[in-house]
């Protein structure tokens, strides 16, 4: 438990040399040469030892399932994401930002480690997190910060690195959610988002003014099932979303994405849909694990509301499941009652992260806190919002390997910026010890983004994403164990086990991953190069080779 100095290992530290050109000015020395300003008082020389720039604050913001395309800073056509854009707008958008293993609590694992899952121990979201080895919050206690975790942690084992936790009991629910703190269970009335948002500002006002903090402050939307607050039940109201071009996938040449379970098509009618019990006669999928008990949990869920909130809920879906029930759809007009019902509650869970966001960074600015916190924006991955007929995550496709990644620091990162270098989750953990002057273990095997953020891309910097997803057969939705590749125009895919399955995308010709060309002899060349750059990641990284 030995601290490190504040900012020791920054010698390039923009935040540094802009902390330093302040001083300069408000003290008026006449030479700075490292930490000494040599000023002149009254016509006599004398040095001063001017004080180290303070450390940044660093706070992770981490949603839930929040896919790219659900940020209008991303482009999306769905929702206008304006405090989101903020922080796009006044840092660096990372275009091109992905995860290793795309299911929640292993991602939760890789942005604590900076380590792939078969190194951190963590493959899948049946494993629990082995909280002794070695992480970037507990690095950062040990150099000093202050350190406070709030909302969803679903690690299974308790917060390890933090001096304060308030954390969600499992998944969490929207309504009435109970937490954890410092391992005591609590039971909150009210809206999970706006909950965890105000714990967050807690840890703000009551912190150590003299040390600086880090904050985990993680929101559990959009997660399944999607329940959204009274305010914004009425956000789409009437209106039809559309559909994405791949909804009516055929999975023609991709027999891992055909036995998939985690079509909108299968949704619960009860849980996933929030339909009343006397609305329809039967449910009409799986939903992702047969025999799931969906009624009973959709009810334990509804009854942990209030009255007020119960009463807010029947107002708005009350006229549309009498509806429903009077007149049922059937077949496809089914399938995109069920997306329209599906995106527009998604949307609403991202309406309150957004608001609870421009909450919370107008209180950072309250507090004179902007200017040397660091806030990053993130998600645990990406999400399906109808491609391929699916909702939920875990295969290697676009939608949900990748994930967003924003970073706002206005002391030490230019407004404006986009990077289109490829980027990983394993790289949060490195990035925020590099800018904190922490030296980063060389057990991590993510890289720091830093030099990123200054607008320069090493010529090291790496070619493909090494990717790894292993929850199969247990668990949820029968997605085959895979790894990969993915570079900036193609990727390799090997679902492995019984099904044996390669799969190659040219992502310029086919951004969709619609159509396999593995084995195709045109494809041969470049097939034969990713899977020369394939082995060598798996080497790198010491994965397995399968
Ligand atoms: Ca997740």
Request: charged share 25%; hydrophobic share 35%; proline share 7%.
């Amino acid at each position: 438990m030995n601290p490190l100095p504040y900012g020791s290992g920054t010698g390039t530290d923009p935040a540094g040399m802009v902390a330093a050109g302040a001083t300069k000015m408000k003290r008026k020395p006449l030479l700075l040469i490292g930490g000494l300003g040599v000023v002149l008082v009254g016509g006599i020389v004398t040095v001063k030892l001017l004080a180290p720039p303070p450390p940044p604050n660093i706070i992770v913001i981490m949603a839930d399932d929040h896919a790219q395309a659900a940020i209008s800073a991303y482009g999306s056509g769905l929702i206008q994401t304006p405090n989101i854009d903020r922080l796009a707008d006044e840092g660096i958008l990372f275009s091109s930002s992905f995860v290793t293993n795309s299911i929640c609590a292993p991602s939760r694992a890789v942005l604590l480690t900076g380590q792939y899952s078969h190194r951190n121990g963590l493959r899948d979201n049946l494993d629990g997190f082995d909280g002794t080895q070695m992480t970037f919050p507990k690095l950062l206690q040990n150099a000093g910060y202050e350190t406070a975790v709030v909302g969803k942690w679903h690690l299974k084992t308790e917060p390890v690195g933090f001096d304060h936790s308030r954390v969600l009991v499992g998944q969490g629910s929207y309504y009435g959610p109970t937490f954890l703190v410092d391992g005591v269970e609590v039971e909150h009335p009210g809206y999970v988002t706006d909950l965890i948002t105000d714990f967050a500002l807690e840890f703000l006002e009551t912190r150590h003014e003299d040390k600086p903090f880090f904050l985990l402050y993680n929101h559990s939307a959009p997660h399944r099932n999607w329940m959204p607050s009274p305010q914004h039940l009425d956000l789409y109201a009437g209106e039809e979303l559309p559909l994405p071009p791949t909804f009516d996938d055929d999975y023609e040449g991709r027999p891992a994405a055909r036995e998939a379970d985690m079509r909108i098509d299968d949704m619960y009618l009860s849980f996933d849909l929030k339909l009343d019990a006397e609305d329809y006669e039967h449910e009409t999928g799986t939903g992702g694990k047969a025999g799931y008990d969906s009624i009973s949990a959709w009810v334990a869920l509804y009854e942990r509301m209030t009255e007020e909130e119960k009463a807010a809920w029947q107002a708005h879906y009350g006229p549309l499941n009498h509806a429903f029930a009077e007149d049922p759809p059937e077949g496809s007009e089914l399938s995109r009652w069920k997306y329209q019902r599906y995106i527009k509650d998604y949307l609403r869970c991202v309406a309150a992260i957004d608001d609870n966001l421009g909450r919370f960074l107008d209180r950072l600015d309250e507090l004179g806190l902007s200017d040397n916190t660091i806030v990053i924006y993130t998600s645990d991955q990406g999400f399906f919002l109808g491609e391929h007929g699916w909702y939920d995550k875990r295969f290697m496709y676009e939608e949900s390997m990748r994930t967003p990644l924003i970073i706002r620091y206005p002391r030490g990162i230019a407004a404006g910026q986009v990077a289109d270098a490829l980027v990983v989750n394993l790289d949060t953990a490195p990035t925020i010890l590099d800018f904190a002057g922490v030296p980063v273990p060389t057990e991590m095997q993510g890289r720091s983004l830093r030099a990123l953020t200054l607008g320069r891309t090493p010529t090291d910097w790496r070619q493909g994403v090494y990717y790894h997803y292993y929850e199969y057969p247990q668990g949820w939705h029968s997605v085959r164990p895979h790894y990969g590749i993915r570079t900036d125009r193609y990727k390799l895919i090997h679902f492995y086990g019984e099904l044996d399955v390669w799969e190659l995308y040219d992502l310029e010709r086919d951004p969709h991953e619609l159509t396999n060309v593995y084995g195709d002899p045109d494809s041969a060349d470049i097939a034969e190069e990713l899977l020369g750059q394939l082995k060598d990641l798996q080497h790198e990284f010491g994965d397995t080779v399968r």
